[in-house]
């Protein structure tokens, strides 16, 4: 092997490492986003996944839910703190958990902290039957 063929193996090299490591990057983000959703710190989570790779990940697989299954959603607790997205009910209009909404539109499933079209006497997302107040 002459001393050409030797370089672009090792730029080879290079290139696969830089590769891996922006894969491994993104696959610790992933499971950072993941331990968040279960209500864990973020940052936290990123580091051990990058740092301890697949031990990380399985740890993150396996930690239970602090937020109840409402992946995504906020935690029971933070619903005073809720902000809505674009498209979301206001807080002020926030129906009682499991009640009919007040423009009987819609109405929040307690189970799965779901909103639910008014003319449904199940939730959508659990099957919990509609409470009536």
Same mark, same amino acid.
């Given at each position: 092997?002459?001393?050409?063929?030797?370089?672009?193996?090792t730029v080879l090299i290079g290139v696969?490492?830089?590769? @891996?490591?922006?894969?491994?990057?993104?696959?610790?983000r992933s499971m950072a986003d993941i331990?968040?959703?279960?209500?864990?710190?973020?940052?936290? /989570?990123?580091?051990?996944?990058? /740092? @301890?790779? @697949?031990?990380?990940? @399985?740890?993150?697989?396996?930690?239970?839910? &602090?937020?109840?299954?409402m992946t995504g959603q906020p935690a029971?607790?933070?619903?005073?703190?809720?902000?809505?997205?674009?498209?979301?009910?206001?807080?002020?209009?926030?129906?009682? &958990?499991?009640?009919?909404?007040?423009?009987?539109?819609?109405?929040?499933?307690?189970?799965?902290?779901?909103?639910?079209?008014?003319?449904?006497?199940?939730?959508?997302?659990?099957?919990?039957? &509609? &409470?009536?107040?």
């Amino acid at each position: 092997m002459n001393g050409q063929q030797t370089a672009w193996i090792t730029v080879l090299i290079g290139v696969a490492a830089i590769g @891996l490591i922006i894969v491994w990057y993104y696959a610790a983000r992933s499971m950072a986003d993941i331990a968040r959703d279960k209500g864990y710190t973020e940052r936290k /989570w990123f580091h051990f996944c990058f /740092w @301890l790779g @697949l031990a990380g990940f @399985l740890m993150v697989a396996a930690m239970p839910d &602090r937020n109840g299954g409402m992946t995504g959603q906020p935690a029971p607790q933070s619903w005073k703190a809720w902000k809505p997205k674009s498209g979301e009910l206001p807080q002020s209009y926030m129906p009682v &958990r499991g009640a009919v909404s007040d423009a009987g539109s819609t109405w929040f499933c307690e189970g799965c902290m779901s909103y639910n079209d008014g003319d449904t006497d199940v939730c959508r997302q659990c099957g919990a039957p &509609r &409470r009536k107040t």
